[in-house]
């Protein structure tokens, strides 16, 4: 049973241009919701999270949507840059555990 | 910064093995963690630890254990290596809270099982 959704395993997008990377989830209880960036040959690197008391986070040009009602969460990439180009992976924390559920990661590639 | 180091970044281990993945945190935290990625399912979470001798199953235990004698070190043990196991080996950190704390991982060990 799939907590986290990721639906698209790969996503390409214009330099410059927005990037939209989505994940749904199915339990109630996830209080706390994470990005991951992972680079080939490298493991995951935090990028920016929300709690569930919000629906929006910005750190410079990442923007995290969180739509408690739809249980979904996006995040934007604005502008997208080459160097952005990785696999994301959503995480979404269980109120009052110690672990995170990890979902199957998007491609991303970013094109100059 | 945080540093979690894993010992390998490339194993190959024959089926019948015990193996042994460790891990090796700097930053004083309590929680760490071991999950296996696999091509579409994402990270898995093998065990965690919340303390030292402490360790908790996580979604996917069956053939592996875990050892935490130390609050820095937390190794993964494959007790008879077979070639599903083959994967990549995440370690991670964090601090004790039970959620807002994001986890820091190690760049993997690549494991092959022949």
């Known amino acids: 049973d799939q907590q986290v959704k990721q639906n698209s395993p790969s996503l390409s997008v214009q330099e410059g241009r927005i990037s939209i990377l989505n994940c749904d989830y199915t339990?109630?209880?996830?209080?706390?919701f994470l990005w991951y960036k992972k680079y080939p040959a490298e493991g995951p690197t935090f990028l920016i999270s929300i709690s569930s008391i919000k629906d929006k986070n910005e750190d410079g040009r990442f923007t995290v949507f969180l739509n408690k009602s739809a249980k979904h969460l996006s995040l934007h990439i604005v502008p997208s840059q080459p160097g952005d180009s990785a696999v994301y992976f959503c995480a979404a924390s269980d109120r009052g555990t110690y672990k995170y559920i990890f979902g199957t990661g998007t491609r991303l590639k970013v094109l100059a | 910064d945080v540093k979690v180091t894993q010992s390998s970044r490339y194993l190959v281990k024959r089926t019948g093995e015990k193996v042994f993945l460790e891990c090796v945190q700097d930053?004083?935290?309590?929680?760490m963690f071991w999950y296996r990625q696999d091509p579409g399912l994402g990270l898995r979470l093998i065990y965690f630890?919340?303390?030292?001798?402490?360790?908790e199953k996580g979604d996917i235990p069956e053939g592996y254990s875990v050892s935490r004698e130390k609050k820095e070190r937390f190794s993964l043990i494959l007790e008879s290596a077979s070639t599903n196991q083959t994967s990549m080996y995440l370690c991670a950190s964090s601090f004790p809270t039970a959620s807002n704390q994001p986890q820091h991982f190690g760049d993997g060990t690549r494991l092959s099982i022949l």
């Open positions: 339990n109630s209880m996830f209080d706390y």
């Open positions: 630890s919340y303390d030292v001798k402490m360790k």
């Open positions: 930053m004083d935290h309590e929680n």
